[in-house]
């Protein structure tokens, strides 16, 4: 596909993934992809990523089950930036629990963790 | 204000931010901050970046007048990601007219742009 080759892949062949949550638009994570990891979100109709601290390609959910069905993929003006809304199985996306990994707010210039969780890391991640 | 040190620069001391409408979270473009920046953001509450491009400091709508007023801020888990959501004053956040970045969206394999525009360029920068 000719518009994976057009995008702006990084020094290290990277472009960061914005992932909204395809019910209300609520961002759930930022992760990168390689255009290996791309293609693989494309041709599988689920995400994949690849962790710049581990250096290891991953599809999100492959652990804890709450995989993402992509609904949509977009990209911006300068061709650097993915948007990919998603139908969020289990209703979480951050490891620890929290619906979002954007749980904590400034809220009068402190920083507030929301304390609200989805579900126990604990027993999701058992290894 | 402590946290804003606590964050993940990269080597050029620069973190992503995910602009969203605070009206229905659409993602209206991502832009890269340093903490001068970010600072600049939190104290006038409206959105300032550095440009990797022109290796510029800037504030949104310092041209065109479509300025960011900034309704909440919020960081990821890995502390290495901002999404802040604003009220995008003029509708549109895209140099291009469009009222976002991510125009473009792959519909059945193929890119293809969203054609609807909410301001002429031409008129809004008449340089």
Redesign the interface.
Known sequence: ???MD?LKYDSQGLI?A?I?DAS????L??AWMNKDSLRDT?SSGKTHFWSRSRQKYWMKGEESGNVQNVK???????KD?L?IKVEQVGGAA???G?RS??????VD???KEDESLVFDPKQVYKK
């Open positions: 596909m000719a518009w057009e960061p914005v909204q209300d638009n609520e961002v994570m930022v494309v949509d993929i977009s990209y911006d003006c300068d930036v948007v951050c490891h620890t929290h990994c954007f749980y904590t707010h400034i210039g402190q920083a």
